[in-house]
Structure formats: C-alpha cells, structure tokens
C-alpha cells in the first residue's frame, strides 16, 4: 500500500472543463511533486513544493495551476486543457527536496484523457 | 546538465532466465543513481539506489545493480525473472552542484518475462 494517495484515478474532461486532481502523502514528508508521464518520454517534473512553499516550475503552462496548502496535500488544478495534455500524472513525495539522496515516493497516478 | 539513457525500450526474457537492463548517463558533477519499476495502472517504487561506497547495490525483488564510473553506467541486473516481474523499470538520475539540483528520468525499459 502506497504512502501516497491520488484520486481521481482516472479522470476524463473536455477541453473546457475545469478540475481538479488531488495528492495525500501520509508519510511526513515535507517535499511534493508532481509529473507529468507520456508515453515513449521521460518522466517530466512540473512543480516541486518544499515545506509549502513553491521551489520549481518546470516552465509549465499556466493552464496547469498547483496548489499546496499543507506540507501533506498538493492540488494540481486544469483548465482549458490541450488533447496533448492527456497523460499519466503523477505526484510524489520526499522528506526534504534538498536532500538529493532521497528517493521520492511515488503515488499511482491519475491517468487523463483530454477529448 | 546531466541526461540518463536507457537503450532498450523492451527486453524480452524467458522465465528463470537472468536479465540485464541498461542504464548510462552523462553528468559533469557527481550522481546519485537509482532505479524505480512502475507495475501496470502503478506510480514508481523504489528498487535501489546508490550514494556512495560500494559500487555494487542490492535492491528489493532479489535486484542488483553496478555502478561504473568510468563507464558512466549502472545497469540493472536479476539473475532469475519471474513473472511478476513483468513491469516497465526506470533509470533515474539525481545531482546537486551549489545551489542547483535535479533530477533526471531515463524514458524506461519495459521488461516481459515469457512463461
């Protein structure tokens, strides 16, 4: 059982919709982040949060919003998606993002499908 | 900047055969190496990781893998598959110089094991 909780699991929304995708990490950590995994690609990191606050922004397109009120839960928030958008996203977590030599745990995703 | 390469985008391999994933990467600064598996519909687990000292690091799921500094690589071995280990495996990389740090995905090896 994983640390890490996402839900949806799937999620499924026209180009116009707006929702939202949601992360729990029950493990302590003070280091969330969240990927985005397309097929035949490494896996892209978007958003890093340490203790909060914001401390990366992979050059993401603003119609992806993140949001992290507490060191335990991150939101990612979508609107106005592309169809290439859809993918796997995933969202991770590790005790401090300074400490390089943590690995990050992993959530099992949320797989999107833009129509 | 640092790149991880992961050649083979499948490995076939009969059941109790032994198997050899790759995993070669470029950085100017040093590394922390590790290798994570994704099971179908999962996030990425852990499988090892290595920081320092011993160059040959033991994993979960009977996992072993070497790291070669002069040949920049740190391929992924198992003497004997299982079924179970039928899943897609990650090379990931991970550097800190200063105040920069990041961490980069290999694209993975989707590993098959034939009954």
């Known amino acids: 059982e994983t640390g890490v909780t996402q839900t949806p699991r799937h999620l499924v929304m026209g180009m116009t919709n707006k929702k939202s995708l949601k992360c729990e990490q029950h493990l302590g950590h003070n280091a969330m982040y969240w990927y985005k995994q397309s097929a035949k690609k490494p896996l892209e990191l978007m958003f890093v949060?340490?203790?909060?606050?914001?401390?990366e922004n992979n050059s993401v397109p603003s119609r992806f919003s993140p949001e992290c009120p507490n060191s335990s839960h991150l939101f990612l928030h979508l609107h106005t998606l592309q169809p290439e958008d859809s993918a796997l996203y995933l969202c991770?977590?590790?005790?401090?993002?300074?400490?390089?030599?943590?690995?990050?745990?992993f959530g099992d995703g949320t797989r999107l499908s833009i129509l | 900047a640092q790149s991880v390469t992961q050649l083979d985008s499948q490995v076939p391999v009969f059941e109790e055969a032994p198997v050899e994933l790759r995993c070669n990467y470029s950085?100017?600064?040093?590394?922390?190496l590790f290798w994570y598996v994704q099971y179908p519909n999962q996030g990425l687990q852990l499988l090892l990781k290595?920081?320092?000292?011993?160059?040959l690091v033991k994993g979960i799921n009977g996992f072993e893998a070497e790291f070669n500094k002069s040949q920049t690589s740190f391929h992924l071995r198992k003497p004997s598959v299982h079924i179970s280990d039928t899943a897609e495996y990650f090379c990931?990389?991970?550097?800190?110089?200063?105040?920069?740090?990041?961490?980069?995905f290999g694209t993975g090896t989707k590993l098959q094991v034939i009954p």
């Open positions: 950085s100017s600064v040093s590394v922390y």
């Open positions: 990931a990389v991970r550097v800190r110089a200063g105040g920069y740090q990041k961490v980069t």
């Open positions: 290595y920081l320092s000292g011993s160059t």
């Open positions: 949060y340490n203790f909060k606050e914001q401390t």
């Open positions: 991770a977590s590790s005790q401090v993002w300074g400490q390089v030599n943590q690995p990050q745990h």
